[in-house]
Nanobody, 122 residues
């Protein structure tokens, strides 16, 4: 079964940096878009950044010029480098993958990771 596993969350002071990682496992032939979403306390889940197989990235306005998304297609992995973190970046961050083809003729429209907590103190 295909799944996404995130790592790299934690507690950091405002102005600091964190790097999130997400790896897909379970016999994968291909993944289309990958990305990161977040859910702040008491709020709905929101887009942070997405990246295509070819490396084209899209960012939420709130994180532009501070966060960088990248991926390693060979390892079915996506990363989020978060710089100049602010208290309002505090949230559970979720990895997402779309249009996943498995190697046993299985296909998934979208898969979510379990989430990793990022807390930024002021």
């Amino acid at each position: 079964q295909v799944q996404l596993v995130e790592s790299g969350g934690g507690l950091v002071q405002a102005g600091g940096s964190l790097r999130l990682s997400c790896a897909a496992s379970g016999g994968i032939l291909s993944i289309n878009d990958m990305g990161w979403y977040r859910q702040p306390p008491g709020k709905q889940r929101e887009l942070v950044a997405t990246i295509t197989t070819g490396g084209s990235a899209n960012y939420a306005d709130s994180v532009k010029d501070r966060f960088i998304i990248s991926r390693d297609n060979a390892k079915n992995a996506v990363f989020l480098q978060m710089n100049s973190l602010k208290p309002e970046d505090t949230a559970v961050y979720y990895c997402n993958a779309k249009d996943i083809m498995g190697n046993v003729n299985n296909w998934y429209l979208t898969i979510w990771g379990q989430g990793t907590q990022v807390t930024v103190s002021s």
